[in-house]
C-alpha cells in the first residue's frame, strides 16, 4: 500500500498531532519524504485561516507530490449560541482554507500528484450541538468535486472519517471517553470504533490512487446509515 508513496514529497497541515501526525509517520515508514506544516512549533509555518502564511510556505516548501490538510476550528454549539468569529473560522478552517491552499499549492505539484482533504462523519449524521461542524464537513463533499475539475489533471479528494481514537478524545476524562468510543462502536456497523490505522491506510491508498478523484471515502465503520 505505502510503495506508491516511495520518494514522493508529501505536505501535511495540521500533521503535528492526532490523524495528521499519524498518516505522516506512516508515509514516512513508506519512503515518503514528509514535510509537517502547523500554525507554530517546528517545521513551515502555515495557518489555513491566514492566506499569507501559506503564500508564504508554498514559496518556502517548492514542489510536492501530495498536500493532505487535517486542519479545522471547531465551533460545537446550538444555534441560539452561535458567535460569528467563530462561525467563520470555523468555515474557513474547513472549506476556504482548503480552496486557498489549492490556490498556492497546485502550481507546486507535479504531475500524477492530489490534494487530500479531511470532512467527517458529522457532515451526513446531523445532531443538535454540532450544526456548523456538520455544515463545514458536508461541504468537503462538494469542495472535492468541483476542485477536481477545476485542478484536474491533478486529483483532490477527501476523507470522511467517523469516531477514531485519536487522542482528541482524552480530554474528557478515561471513563467519558470509554464511554463514547463503546456507543461509537454500538452506532456503527462493524462493531468498532476506529482507530489511527484506519484512516491513514485509507489516505495512504487515496494518494497513491491514481485513478480516483473527486471522491469522498467514507471511514467510519458504515455509522452513517444508522
Not at 505505502?2 to 503535528?16: D, W, Y
Not at 507554530?40 to 485561516?49: A, F, I, S, Y
Not at 468569529?85 to 468555515?91: L, N, R, S, V, Y
Amino acid at each position: 500500500m505505502t510503495n506508491a508513496l516511495e520518494n514522493k514529497r508529501i505536505l501535511i497541515v495540521g500533521g503535528g498531532r492526532g490523524i495528521g501526525a499519524h498518516i505522516a509517520r506512516r508515509a514516512t515508514d513508506g519512503g515518503a519524504d514528509v514535510v509537517v506544516a502547523t500554525r507554530g512549533g517546528e517545521g513551515p509555518r502555515l495557518d489555513v485561516l491566514d492566506e499569507a502564511s501559506i503564500a508564504s510556505a508554498a514559496q518556502e516548501i517548492g514542489p510536492l507530490d501530495h498536500v493532505v490538510t487535517t486542519a479545522s476550528a471547531h465551533h460545537d454549539v446550538p444555534v441560539a449560541d452561535l458567535e460569528h468569529d467563530k462561525t467563520i473560522d470555523a468555515f474557513g478552517a474547513k472549506v476556504t482554507g482548503a480552496l486557498l491552499l489549492a490556490k498556492h499549492f497546485a502550481p507546486q505539484v507535479r504531475p500524477g500528484g492530489s490534494f487530500l482533504l479531511f470532512s467527517g462523519v458529522v457532515g451526513w449524521k446531523p445532531a443538535p450541538g454540532t450544526i456548523v461542524k456538520g455544515i463545514a464537513n458536508g461541504a468537503l463533499e462538494y469542495v472535492a468535486a468541483h476542485l477536481a475539475v477545476e485542478l484536474a489533471p491533478i486529483r483532490v479528494n477527501a476523507i470522511a472519517p467517523g469516531i477514531i481514537d485519536s487522542g482528541t478524545w482524552d480530554r474528557l476524562g478515561e471513563e467519558r471517553k470509554h464511554a463514547l468510543l463503546e456507543s461509537a462502536a454500538d452506532g456503527g456497523l462493524v462493531g468498532r470504533h476506529g482507530t489511527l490505522d484506519d484512516i491513514a491506510d485509507a489516505a495512504l491508498w487515496l494518494l497513491g490512487a491514481g485513478y480516483v478523484s473527486g471522491e469522498v471515502i467514507h471511514v467510519d465503520g458504515g455509522a452513517r446509515h444508522r
